[in-house]
């Protein structure tokens, strides 16, 4: 079995965001990036199930400006065994980072694609439904637990109402949801390793893809700031403060 | 006091003396209180205050420092109360003066770089307000989400990034504080230099609450890591981890080296962490560097080639991001916590780096030889030359024994140390429990001085005694 996992570099999970003064965006300069979270519980699947025997090749794949190659070879380095960069300083919505997904797809011919649920700045959670659409693969969103069972996978989905199973057949698209799994730490020994396995560069005209922008962001800007808590001495203060200054009772 | 009855008369008229001029709300005798506020985070000794204050102004702390005098009342500065000697406890009945309410942030200028703050401003909060305003309180340890930054100046707070930025001593460049005589001195201004004369302000930095009551601090602020990256390293030796440490600090700026025994690593493991790679190793250390765009992963990588090479490195793990450094620290920041249940006996002593191989295989074959039947951790700021050694209580051992045995050691130890020139205090303080052995460190003649200067500042005796020294 082939597999394809889609990795997006996005501002560190522990970095305090901000918004750019002019209000487009958000600030990127100087910023620590690093891989979408969701996204390494997918490398890290897919080199479990490598590992048990069950993967035969990993293609990381990863789409945006040229820095993204670092995020290809931390993957490299949890396991994977070669990377695919789509390299463009445009503007990636999920309906473009979808089609090109499938692009490599169709050239890869991999039996199993397995991507984040979402990535963690934009939130979108669109990319792995629509990928499964374009290719007409089934898909397993918010996967939190894998099983082949003879040729079917077995996909545990976390939803609202507690853990539904779905058995799919290949090739099909997953997400990956928080439980999955646990990812490992990058060995120094694999750094070296990842640096020379192949990573091939292509362009998104390669692949004969738009990627224009279908949505037009109108403003970002920060979440009002929050007032500060404040200690009361008694419940006389705390009763006399809800009532006359928060106005709750 | 007994903390079950009711206070004597006696002490009632002395309490409402203090409540002329501190809140009574803030005059606490409850159980709970004086439990709390009678003990840091050893538990050795009983708490038995008289009572706690709570002061919310320089003129309350000046009042009650003059007030202590003249009715000859000990006094307990207490800050976060997360020391580990023993210096914030009260069990003699001494009232417990707390700073807790005093925790506001007073000023703040960019130009400067620097921040005023009452002493009752928690570390970590100072550390937060620094961050926001792009800029870093290097000063950090695993508990700064209690310690205060009075008891850290009072205890010259060392911990995890004084490799590269050093301790409290070296952040501090005004304080304000009320002596033992109910005087305020406003020391230095914040100024960075200052040549008029003895540098009071650094006689009060690691004083032990035994000189004054520190109630504002000037501290200066500096620029934060851009991309900080944590290495953990899986190492054979304790010899090891002194070649490693040499390779990597020639070629890297480091801002921490930290290190740890894997009887320490299960400790953390067994709180649902996760070993940073498969296998165990004897020890492990934990390095971290400033690392923007990669720039010195590659001298990372060649320095861990050298090290598999040469045999002082087994395997180890870099950070790929700022959660996996994250999660790397905990390993080695939450043993102190993940032990607490064995009620540990602890040493914290330091070696110039140059002796620490030696000092080292000294202590290990000694505690190896004296204390066969107990679990001995090793961890610490092993970059600083600052070790921390913890035995765990057997479960089965009465809490008195366990410490008499382990102090029959100490001194075996001590002289182990003395020996290489180190100290019996790396950065945890004297307090009550390396009292007895200060003279391993300091001379007779030295002891002297120190009382001579306790004299100058306290001369009543009314600030902690018997702490650091008897009174
Ligand atoms: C998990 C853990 C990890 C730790 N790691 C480190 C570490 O890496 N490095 C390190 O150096 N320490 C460490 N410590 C020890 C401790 O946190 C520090 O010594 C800290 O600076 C104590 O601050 P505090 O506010 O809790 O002081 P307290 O424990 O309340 O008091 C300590 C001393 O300071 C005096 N004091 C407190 N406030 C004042 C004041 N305003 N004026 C005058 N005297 C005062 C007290 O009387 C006492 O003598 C650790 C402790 C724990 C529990």
Known sequence: MKILVAVKRVVDYNVKVRAKADGTGVETAN???????????????????????????????????????DTIRTALAMG????????????????????????????EKPDL?????????????????????????????????????????????????????????????ITADLRLNEPRFVKLPNIMKAKKKP???????????????????????????????????????????LHNEAHVI | MDMQNPPAPETVALLDGIRAFVDPAHVRTD????????????????????AVVLPDSIEQVQQLVRYANDHQLALVPSGGRTGLSGAA???QGELVVSLERMNRILDFDPIDRSVTCQAGVVTEVLQNFARDHDLYYPVDFASRGSSQIGGNIATNAGGIKVIRYGLTRDWVTGLKVVTGRGDLLDLNGGLIKNASGYDLRHLFIGSEGTLGIIVEATLKLTRPLREPSVMVLGVPDLDSVMSLYHAFRSQLELSAFEFFSELALRHVLKKGLHRPFDGETPYYALLEFDNPEQASTDEALALFERGAEEGWLVDGVI????????????????????????LPYKNDVAVRIAKAPAFLAEADALLAQQYPDFEVLWYGHIGDGNLHINILKPAAMEHRT?????EAVNDLLFQALQRHGGSISAEHGVGLTKKPYLHYTRSATEVGYLRAIKQAFDPNGILNPGKIFDR
Request: hydrophobic share 45%; with cysteine.
């Open chain 2, 319 to 342: 950070s790929q991001s700022e959660t996996q450094a994250k999660e790397l620290w905990r390993l080695r920041e939450d043993i102190s916590e993940s032990i607490a249940e064995h």
């Open chain 1, 80 to 107: 994977a065994d070669r990377g695919v960069l789509v390299e463009t300083d445009a503007e990636l919505q999920p309906l473009a980072v979808a089609k090109l997904l499938k692009a490599v797809a169709d050239q």
């Open chain 1, 31 to 69: 910023v620590k990036m690093s891989m979408n979270p969701f996204d390494e519980i997918a490398v890290e699947e897919a080199v479990r199930l490598q590992e048990a025997g069950k993967a035969k090749e990993i293609v990381a794949v990863s789409l945006g400006v040229a820095a993204c190659q």
């Open chain 2, 89 to 91: 406890v009260a069990c």
């Open chain 2, 31 to 50: 159980p709970d209180s004086l439990l709390n506020y009678g003990r840091d985070w050893t538990r050795f000794y009983t708490p038995n205050p008289l």
């Open chain 2, 402 to 406: 366990f410490i008499h045995k382990c």
């Open chain 1, 113 to 173: 694609i397995i991507l984040g649920k979402q990535a963690i700045d934009d939130d979108a959670n669109q990319t792995g439904q629509m990928l499964a659409a374009l290719l007409g693969w089934a898909q397993g969103t918010f996967a939190s637990k894998l099983e082949f069972v003879a040729d079917a996978l077995n996909v545990t989905r976390e939803v609202d109402g507690g853990l539904e199973t779905v058995a799919l057949k290949l090739p099909a698209v």
């Open chain 1, 199 to 241: 990573l091939a560069v292509l362009k998104p005209t390669d692949l004969g893809v738009d990627v224009t922008p279908r949505l037009v962001t109108l403003k970002v800007q920060e979440p009002p700031k929050r007032q500060a808590g404040v200690k009361v001495d008694s419940v006389t203060t705390l009763v006399d403060k």
